[in-house]
């Protein structure tokens, strides 16, 4: 039990680790995002120019939009880990709670026993 208890430890911290991962590749889309859109911007002139160029811009209009949607799908993953982390932590809370519980109560029963087994004239 300890050890699941210490390896629940572990993964709170992991997890952890695991949510600014995500906060820095979240950024990262973000100003790639940007960027993407700066470009876009800049080809609108050759885009009214040139008929291959206006069907690029569709392409990369469509593909930034995909884009915009895979980073809120990556900030809504990210932003369920905490909620996760803080129910793992007062799990390992309770379950260490529990088991001082447990011990205590044994050291208790055990010298209620003992009390017992002197007052009968039975010591061990």
């Known amino acids: 039990m300890v050890k699941d208890i210490e390896k629940a430890e572990e993964d709170v911290e992991e997890l952890k680790q695991k949510k600014e991962d995500l906060d820095m590749a979240v950024k990262r889309a973000d100003q790639a995002r940007k960027t993407q859109q700066l470009s876009e911007d800049a ?5 009214a120019l040139n008929p291959a160029a206006a069907a690029i811009k569709q392409v990369v209009k469509k593909l930034r939009e995909k884009f915009e949607e895979e980073i809120e799908d990556l900030k809504a993953s990210k932003e369920a880990i905490e909620p996760g982390v803080r129910k793992l932590q007062k799990a390992v809370r309770v ?8 011990i205590a109560d044994k050291k208790r029963s055990d010298e209620v026993k ?3 087994m002197r007052m009968l004239g039975r010591e061990e």
Not at 95 to 102: D, T
């Open 43 to 47: 080809n609108e002139v050759g885009a």
């Open 95 to 102: 379950q260490k709670r529990k088991i001082k519980r447990v």
């Open 114 to 116: 003992k009390e017992r």
